[in-house]
């Protein structure tokens, strides 16, 4: 087999060739990864302030509903309608304040827990609430607001519009768990109780509010304006936020193939994992419906310190991994110039030494 013949000038030519080249491809992939890894890092950083952020508005909502509740629990209008017994006085005073505020419960109940009056559904009363984790701890008397799983009966007892609005059937959703039901009926809410007391330490009763926030959409919109800013990547919003039940999604501004809020999409196996199960914090890359993101996830909690949801934000990770791919390209595109000037120097350089040689032989 015939070896080719190549010149001094040419060995030499590829031999530094070879050393440029295999050194620019070894600083060019560390130099990707470096890239990436820096630019990844810092798009988490932001995610898990926003989430903080996202935290503000959450409790900043709970204790708006808790004033509500508490303020009007103080009225001695209430205490003298109560004391008398004017049910109709409750009825249309209570029914004002929760129009007025925008909650969707609020009911009465007397010293012992049981409804004397409930603004939505007025039909239903006298059952008793005293076994409620959060009205039972306002009779002792207490404020507080705390999220809680309402399951379907209670919803039917407030009226059936609520409970027709927790109702959810899953949709089918990529690396999320397979779970053996595939509908949730009951939902969770926002719900602040006080104790009525009055003057002489007396307790009449105590007061409860809340919001349902299955399929409303004021908190994760609030979350996303204030922090994300409407910010759109190649016609896509990049920043969404979410309230979970458990592993379902009811409370979202992340959106479907069609465009659409994806409530009744579940969040990933391994977030679940985390989250759910560990009750750890999960500040990753996550697949999120049907795309990839930087996100931040957290438990939220009960009354009981129990895990029954997820608060989530996330922003797209395209935006970031292109910003790396066009670096690398603009490096990549320099260092090829540069390699081709120093080809040039080369082989002037060559020249200057292959010349003495020549004469010499």
Known sequence: MHTPHFSLRTKLIISFLVVIVIGGLISLTFGQRLIRKVL???AQAKVNHDLASAWMVFNERLNAIKDIVSLTAARESLHEAIRNNRTDILLRYL???RNDYGLDILTLTDSRGR???RTRNPEVEGDDQSGDEIVSWALQPNILAYLQIVPREELLKEGADLA??????FIPTPMATPRPENKETSGLMLKAAASVIYENDELLGVLYGGILLNRKYEIVDRVKEIVFKEEKYKGVETGTATIFQGDLRISTNVTDAQGKRAIGTRVSEEVKKAVLDEGKSWNDRAF???DWYITAYEPIKNIKDEIIGILYVGTLEKPYIDT???VMLTFTILASLCVIFLLVILYFSTTKIIKPLQ???
């Open 115 to 117: 409804v004397i009056t």
């Open 288 to 290: 999120v419906v049907k």
């Open 95 to 97: 029914n004002r304040v």
């Open 164 to 169: 027709e609005q927790a109702y959810m059937e």
């Open 40 to 42: 990844i890092a810092q």
């Open 324 to 326: 790396a791919n066009r």
């Open 359 to 361: 004469r010499m032989v």
